[in-house]
């Protein structure tokens, strides 16, 4: 996002605490930190930095609101146990074109949940997340129930992952609308035909996706043709 670490860490709190709401409200919330500017502003509640301080308000009004007090430990970078997971790099942080959606919706439409996203890359205001974040209705899309849901989803373009989905949307008899690669080789690839009632071809990758942020740890866009396939 090109914002330093120290917002992005002040951000990580807030972001944090919205995650866990429901086991944070009203309670006394241990931060162990090892930034040493984040934990001087989270003791201070201010900052002199303009962008920082904006931040801190933002957390602040967050804290008030929900009943929330803060603790911050110091904790060194060794003994962070998140410090591992924050380097991780997001290859999967991109989104069909809001062009190319539209056209979804309108054919398939309307959809109810965005099976695999995030706060920062999905299309409907319901998704489902990897990991706790901001706004998620539900942690690992496998593990909720699709029954009854009209779905869309882009999932992660691994072959094992897919073949999952594949069986899930057997299993469940969901419908939904895939963004899948074009991998007719594959295992998975003749069982979703089997379930397929439409299958749309779509142009170029780079000209379908487009990625959710921009950094060196936000990923590149997938270069193999995709094919949105409806499953009713």
Known sequence: MGMHINFKELRAVRYALQSFLPLVRQRVVLVREDNTTTQAVLGRLSSRSPVMHAEMRLLWEFLQEHSIVLQVQRVASADNLADEASRMEE????????????????????????????????????????????GSSGVDA???????????GCPPADPDFLLAVVQKLREERAAATLIVPYWPAQPWWPLLMELAS???????????????????????????????????
């Open 142 to 152: 496998l593990a909720q129930p699709w029954g009854g849901l009209n779905a869309y």
């Open 198 to 232: 439409r299958v749309v071809f779509l142009p170029s990758s780079t000209e379908v996706f487009t990625l959710a942020h921009r950094g060196p740890s936000c990923g590149r866009l997938p270069p193999w043709q995709v094919a949105a396939v409806r499953v009713e």
């Open 91 to 134: 290859r999967d942080d991109y989104r069909v074109h809001w062009s190319y959606f539209r056209r979804l919706e309108a054919w398939f439409g309307p959809h109810d949940v965005d099976l695999f996203a995030s706060a920062g890359n999905t299309q409907l205001p319901r998704f489902f997340s990897r990991f706790f974040c901001p």
